[in-house]
């Protein structure tokens, strides 16, 4: 048994483990005061984090020759999973995006951001002899399918974040610069096309970005309410369960997206500097065991796995400080949600297993 214990601790990383049970717990704690002391969501999102703990446990246990054998079939699933939400998915607030089977309702476009980042590594590995220019177009090919999907849920804070994750894979694999330089002009020249083929509503939130105060009661109203709530914090915040900005109701998607102007209302700049510092030895953590990795495939998947988390942090926060639009995006491991929770665990059990195994897979 202490064999055992002690055979368990060396796979799990200590120092990433204390940090996700810090956001996890404070995430915790805002939830319950974010959700009105309603029990609800409070009691669902445990369930969700033991669910997560669980996978990031088992997999961290997981020989990564395993994991690696069976991504092309888990790619193939989450891709059809995401063509039944296209036809067959349930709809909420415009948008339909949720697959509903009775007891349990999750978000395919969750599960895209690590299923994408692990196959394009999986494609890389398998030419990592003959990497080219072909090789760069096939990986845009395998992208472009779940990114054109999720698109037309709409769910573009999501698509936008696999993309940032995928092509930080595929520039890692050798991406030429010209082209790198190419396809940014071209996206710039394109760039008109694109704003007119986005939808009325997420037009208008980019447009609320200059002044949100142009449509206070509509596509700025939630940029609004969360600079109240971020302001109105102060220094050491209001207390739990005190922030009015939630308590009485003016701020939307509080347990959320905007769970952590909650957060910074209730613990003032004080809670968010510490709350912040915690992400960053995370990530500097994480970032430490991706330099570490000997492989083609460890290397890519633990990059873009960690993108995708990073950028799901970058994104939230941008977005409830008015300095990026409002696109429905979670902030990792703190926001109540099923799949994103269990999603962002599983990652991090893929980046242990990786780790604590890369002598292994290099020889």
């Not at 996890?24 to 002391?37: F, P, Q």
């Not at 036809?87 to 009775?102: H, K, M, T, V």
């Not at 993108?307 to 990792?332: R, T």
Request: net charge neutral; glycine share 8%.
């Amino acid at each position: 048994m202490i064999n055992s214990l002690k055979y368990l601790r060396s796979e799990i990383d200590q120092t990433v483990l204390a940090s996700l049970g810090i956001i996890i717990i404070v995430g915790l704690v805002t939830l319950y005061s974010a959700d009105h002391n309603q029990s609800n969501q409070f009691i669902s999102q445990i369930v969700n984090i033991v669910l997560g703990l669980i996978g990031l446990f088992v997999l961290s246990q997981t020989n990564p020759r395993v994991i690696f054998s069976y991504i092309p079939f888990i790619f193939i699933i989450s891709i059809m999973l995401l063509i039944w939400v296209k036809f067959f998915g349930l709809e909420s607030n415009g948008a339909q995006r949720w697959i509903d089977i009775g007891i349990i309702k999750f978000q395919p476009s969750e599960i895209i951001k690590f299923t994408a980042p692990l196959m394009l590594a999986w494609f890389y590995q398998k030419n990592e002899h003959n990497i080219n220019i072909s090789s760069h177009g096939i990986a845009l090919m395998i992208l472009s399918v779940p990114f054109y999907l999720i698109l037309t849920q709409p769910d573009l804070g999501t698509a936008l974040m696999i993309s940032f994750s995928a092509f930080a894979i595929i520039f890692t694999a050798g991406l030429p610069r010209k082209l790198l330089i190419g396809g940014s002009f071209t996206l710039l020249i394109a760039s008109p096309f694109i704003w007119h083929a986005l939808e009325k509503y997420q037009q208008a939130r980019i447009l609320s970005l200059i002044d949100p105060f142009q449509d206070a009661l509509g596509s700025g109203y939630q940029t609004i309410q969360s600079l109240i709530a971020l302001g109105s914090g102060g220094m050491i915040g209001k207390g739990w369960m005190n922030s009015s900005q939630t308590q009485l109701n003016f701020l939307p998607e509080a347990t959320t997206d905007f769970i952590f102007a909650v957060f910074s209302e209730e613990f003032g700049f004080i809670g968010v500097l510490a709350i912040m510092m915690v992400y960053i030895i995370f990530f500097m953590r994480l970032s430490f065991m991706a330099s570490r990795m000997q492989d083609t495939f460890s290397r890519l998947a633990t990059l873009g796995l960690i993108v995708s988390i990073f950028s799901g942090v970058i994104v939230n926060l941008g977005m409830i400080s008015g300095l990026l639009p409002i696109v429905g995006a979670p902030l990792p491991f703190f926001s109540y949600g099923g799949t994103s929770m269990v999603v962002s665990l599983v990652s991090i059990g893929i980046i242990m297993s990786l780790y604590s195994h890369k002598s292994l897979i290099a020889n």
